[in-house]
Structures are given as C-alpha cells and as structure tokens.
C-alpha cells in the first residue's frame, strides 16, 4: 500500500505512452506543437520496469494515455505486458479512438479491458473544428472496433461554452438511451498557455444537467451519488447508459484522490494541476536499483499536494494537457 500523508490510499497510475497525438483539440494542445525527441521519452523496458515497482508498491489499475497512447508503436505488447504483471488488475486506456478500427481486437486480445474514447460532438464540421483535423466516421469505426472487440466503453466530451454545450450534449446524451454506455461530460481545465480561453469555456454541470432534462427528460441519480472514479453518475429513464459529469475545477474530487501519473518522459506527477513532479528517468537511466526507485516514489507519493489550486488562479504552466494525459 502507498499512503499520502493524508491518509489517501495512492494505487491508480496513469501512463502517458506518448507526447504525440495524431489530432490538435484546441484546449489541449498549439497547432504547432513541438514533441520530445524519442530518446527523451521511457522505452518500453523502462515503461515495464516502472509498472512492475509500482505494482509491488500496491498499485493495482493502469490508464494508458497520451498524447496518444495508439500511435506509440509496440503498444499491443506493452498492454500485454502490463495485463501479466503480478497485482495489476484492471488496465484500461484514454484515445482519441481513430485507430482503434485496427486496434481494438488486439488490445482486446491482449488483455486490455476498457476504452474511455473522447467525442465532443455528433457533428461533423464541428469535430473537425475542435480537433483541428479529425474525421468523425473514423472515431465511430473505432467505436464499433471497440463494441465489436468485446471492450466496455465510455465516451469523453469536454464540454466548451458557446462551442459544445447545448445540442451536441443532447445528442450525446441521447446515446444513453440505446447503448449500455457511459458517456462523460467534463469540466475543461485550464493548463499553460491556453489557459484563458479554457476558464471563459467551463460550463458547471448543472447546467448541463438542466439542458439535457429540458430536452431528454428527468434524470435520476445512480448508486446514490457515490462517485465512479470521478465522474457523479445520472441516467435518464429506462437508458441502458449512464451519464458522468467531472467537475475538476468546480467540484474537485481531491479527497478521493487515489491517482499518479507518469509522463512521457519519466516524470511521476502527483497531481493532474500541480506542477510539481518527481524525476524518475534521470535515476533509472543513472542506474537505480529497483529499491533506490521505490523509495523515490514512495517518498515523493507521501508528499502528493492536497489538491489543486484554481480558485486561487493557481494554474499549472509547465505542460500543456497532452503532455500529461488527462
Ligand atoms: N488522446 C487521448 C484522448 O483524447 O482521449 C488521450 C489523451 S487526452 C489528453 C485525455 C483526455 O483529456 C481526453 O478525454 C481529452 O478530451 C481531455 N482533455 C484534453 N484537454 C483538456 C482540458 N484542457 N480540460 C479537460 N480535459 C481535457
Ligand atoms: Fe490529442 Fe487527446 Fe489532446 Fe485531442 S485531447 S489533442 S486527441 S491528446
């Protein structure tokens, strides 16, 4: 078990495969994005190594992310790798879904149970406005990769006042009633130099809730308000689906907390909006024992921050989103 000095159980790790996206969405990244040079990222070995200490320090579910995680070559193996190591129970993974259409099955095969894939509109222009690029039908072919392939799904949506948050959360929404999904609505989250025009963009979730209830119909709270992960769960009537609202900037979830993360390039970020982290990469590649290691990041979980701080326009400036994962 990995303890806080809060008393927070930390057994959650989140791994950004890659700084690399295949897409540009505007609150995560510049159009001109410039990535890390391979050698500065982990290899896969260094990946495993991480997973396998982490694990024997309590660590029990992995989110693979990114950038995005599909475009990071070998990343079949690494799911496959990650599924057999000792005391790692679940390890689900973060995509933009585009090439899922020939991934799914494999990742599925090997041992990867849930997709969370992010879909912020039903629209094509819109989509491709917003992603600066994407096709829309190649995320539904993912989407139906992923069905087809056995995975449990959940859609993303980060919501954008003026852009996304009135019939495109309808629509979305909507999906509830005919598949067994959980579609997401979250709250965007300012982070470096994109951040004022993701703090004009946040639209609370109760206001999502009443647009959606005007049009679709009462919602009702499910397993009574209990949080799953971080979203607060709603389901419209009689929907096989649920709904997810996360709230991170105006209903942080902090106290449950129970996340690390590990970015690209070998850094162990204790909190999503606080820009300290621990350095992981220089110590492995210097020749670090698995012990030595483990102390680090022992050490460095202890002193996980509380939580973020927005409301005192504490914003986080050394990465933008796509750099940490989500
Ligand atoms: N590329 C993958 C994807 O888009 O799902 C995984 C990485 S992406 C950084 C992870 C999640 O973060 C996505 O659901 C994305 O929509 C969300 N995201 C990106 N920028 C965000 C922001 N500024 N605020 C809130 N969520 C954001
Ligand atoms: Fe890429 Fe995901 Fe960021 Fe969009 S949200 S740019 S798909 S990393």
């Not at 396998?52 to 660590?59: E, K, N, S, V």
């Not at 894939?117 to 491709?128: G, P, V």
């Not at 992603?131 to 993912?142: A, E, I, Q, S």
């Not at 679709?216 to 009689?238: H, I, K, N, Q, T």
């Amino acid at each position: 078990m990995s303890l806080d000095r809060y008393g927070r159980d930390i057994s959650y790790l989140r791994i950004s495969l890659t700084d690399k996206c295949n897409l540009r969405c505007i609150y995560c990244m510049p159009e001109e994005m410039t990535f890390r040079p391979r050698e500065e990222l982990l290899q896969d070995d260094e990946i495993l190594r991480l997973v396998r200490i982490f694990a024997d320090l309590g660590f029990s579910k992995i989110r693979l992310t990114g950038g995005e995680p599909t475009v990071r070559a070998n990343v079949v193996d690494i799911v496959q790798q990650i599924v057999a190591t000792p005391a790692i129970k679940t390890v689900a993974m973060t995509t933009n879904g585009l090439l899922l259409d020939r991934l799914a099955k494999p990742l599925a095969e090997a041992g990867l149970r849930r997709v969370n894939i992010s879909i912020d509109t039903l629209e094509s222009a819109k989509f491709r406005t917003v992603t600066r690029w994407g096709k829309l039908d190649d995320v539904w072919n993912g989407i139906a990769a992923a069905k087809e392939a056995g995975l449990e799904i959940k859609l993303n949506a980060v919501i954008v006042r003026g852009y996304n948050d009135q019939q495109d959360v309808v629509d979305l929404a909507r999906l509830t009633l005919v598949h067994p999904w959980q579609v997401r609505f979250i709250e965007m989250m300012p982070f470096g130099d994109v951040s004022n025009f993701q703090q004009a963009g946040i639209v609370k979730e109760e206001e999502l809730r009443h647009t959606i209830a005007e049009r679709l119909g009462p919602l009702s709270v499910v397993d009574d308000g209990e949080l799953d992960g971080e979203a607060s769960l709603y389901r419209l009537e009689e929907a096989p689906g649920t709904l997810g609202f996360i709230s991170s900037v105006t209903k942080p979830f902090c106290a449950s907390c129970t996340r690390a993360r590990l970015t690209a390039d070998g850094r162990m970020r204790l909190c999503l909006l606080r820009e300290k982290e621990v350095d992981l990469i220089t110590p492995l590649r210097q020749g670090a024992s698995n012990a030595d290691l483990s102390d680090i990041i022992r050490e460095g979980i202890w002193w996980k921050p509380w939580g973020h701080g927005l409301s005192k326009n504490m914003i986080p400036l050394n990465r933008v989103m796509s750099e940490i994962g989500g």
